[in-house]
């Protein structure tokens, strides 16, 4: 065994900062990934469909 102490976390790599966490990284590419979704068009047969439940709502209100 070795006298020389282990490091607990990696020094730091100048220009990088709290990027090179994992959890930092998997929290961008998630919230690049939501945005991008969050872009897309609702495809018109689920407008429909939503349609479709506000009359019956509608209906069964009257």
């Known amino acids: 065994m070795s006298d020389v102490p282990k490091q607990q976390a990696k020094p730091s790599v100048p220009g990088r900062g709290?990027?090179?966490d994992p959890n930092?990284?998997?929290a961008s590419r998630l919230k690049a990934l939501y945005s991008a979704v969050e872009q897309e068009p609702i495809?018109?047969?689920?407008?429909?469909?939503?349609e479709q439940l506000?009359?019956?709502e509608r209906l069964s209100k009257s």
């Open 43 to 50: 495809p018109d047969m689920f407008l429909d469909l939503l």
């Open 18 to 20: 709290v990027k090179s």
């Open 54 to 56: 506000d009359r019956a």
């Open 24 to 26: 930092s990284q998997i």
